[in-house]
């Protein structure tokens, strides 16, 4: 680091100096309107004066600092012109209340205004251009948590996965208003374009990508990212940032298509949540027995993926999607963890209708995803019994609304995807009316039922 880039560095220091001590000078201005206030004006030269010089010291190293290129030029540039005519707009402010002349009253407003204008840049600069109004949206302001996905493996790795991630601890020093490094992330071709440093990744390669590095590096070393006074990236966050990259950094793939070592599948499980009504768990509270290891063994052994579903505890979750062919003697033997398995994944693969059967003996099921199955009406009647399922993606499968229509009376379901399956709009009324407290999603979207519509349509009258 040179001294040009040391000075440029105590501009966010020195930037204040003026404008604590220039809007004093106007305060002080404003008072000295009234006669018992008259004294005050000795006062406010000193301010100005002082004030004066710390706008010139500022501007300077600002100047400095804008030529790091970290930061958007145009915004940099309005800034930076901003500053040095609020500067000399200060210089003349002080040389006219020197010389008591009758408009330096005006000139030290048009002066205080110069300073909320360059003021709110330099924040739009460090903060964001949104940093007046994010504190008024839902957002919380200490970061963004995942959104709830409902199939992990249909989602698109990079915009459901890994830019939750850089939006949530990336973005306030890479994104296009701020460029620490020469760095932005808030882009897919600015990612891959890299910084001063050059490229950050190196798709395929994670080991070997600066990115990686950086994450990795102990909190404390000055090239650790992100800085150690930053919320810091969790541990499965930068696993997932791995594995993407290490599968090639792409932009357009979806889980599904990438390879998932062992130790991903169950980072990548842990995103696919569903709200759940208040009050009312999709884990049971009560403690259940541990489940039959050789069961377990035999099970991991043909390719199904059971893992539990949080620390510490017996009950599991089952993922046939690294099974190739989903056979009746691995559905069978899920009867023996009917306590433990509460949350079943046989999303993409052949599932008939006989399979449900089992299924349906599950008792403790809150979650069953049966999307892109040969999953049929006939199929849908055994999961009547599953009286604690509370989340149910039929999505891309030949269930009618009839046949969904069977589960009306689940007292704990709380939502249904059916983007895909064989419903139809004019299904929407009966639907509505038989689960009306059940989220019925057809993909990012719900079709509202209002007190004022009717089952009947009436033809437009004729006129004679």
Known sequence: MNLR??????HPVLVHLPIGILLIAGLFQLLA???????????????????MIAAIVSGISGYLLSQTGDYDEGLVGTHQWFGIATALVSVIAYLFTRWENEFAKWVVLVMVIGIIITGHL??????????????FTKADSTGKEFKPIADVQEANVYADIIQPI?????????NKSKKKGGLRLDEPSFILKGGKDGEVIKPGNAEESD??????????DEDHMPPKEKPQLKENEIALIHWWIATGATFDKKTRELVQPEKIKPLLLALQKTETKKGLP????????PADDKVIKQLREKGVVIIPVTRNSNYLSANFITVDTVTENEISMLGSLKKQLIWLNLGHKNIPDSFLET????ANLTRLQL??????????????????????????????????LQLKNLPNLQAVYLYGSFISSSDWPALKTGFPKVTLDTGGYQVPFLETDTLIVKPPERKE
């Open 211 to 220: 990115m990686i590095k950086r994450l990795l590096l102990p909190r404390n």
């Open 359 to 362: 299924i349906g003996q599950l």
């Open 371 to 404: 999307n892109n199955t040969n999953v049929t009406d006939k199929g849908i009647a055994p999961l009547q019994s599953l009286l604690n399922l509370q989340y149910l993606n039929l999505v891309g499968t030949k269930v009618t609304s009839q046949g969904l």
């Open 166 to 174: 850089f939006a949530n601890k990336c973005y306030t020093c890479h």
């Open 282 to 289: 999709d884990v049971p509270e009560k403690p259940v027995e």
């Open 5 to 10: 880039e040391v000075i440029g560095n105590l």
């Open 122 to 135: 330099g924040g739009s600069l460090t903060h964001g251009t949104d940093y007046l109004t994010k504190g």
């Open 33 to 51: 309107l009234k006669p018992k206030y008259a004294g005050l004006y000795t006062a406010t030269r000193i301010a100005l004066f002082w004030g």
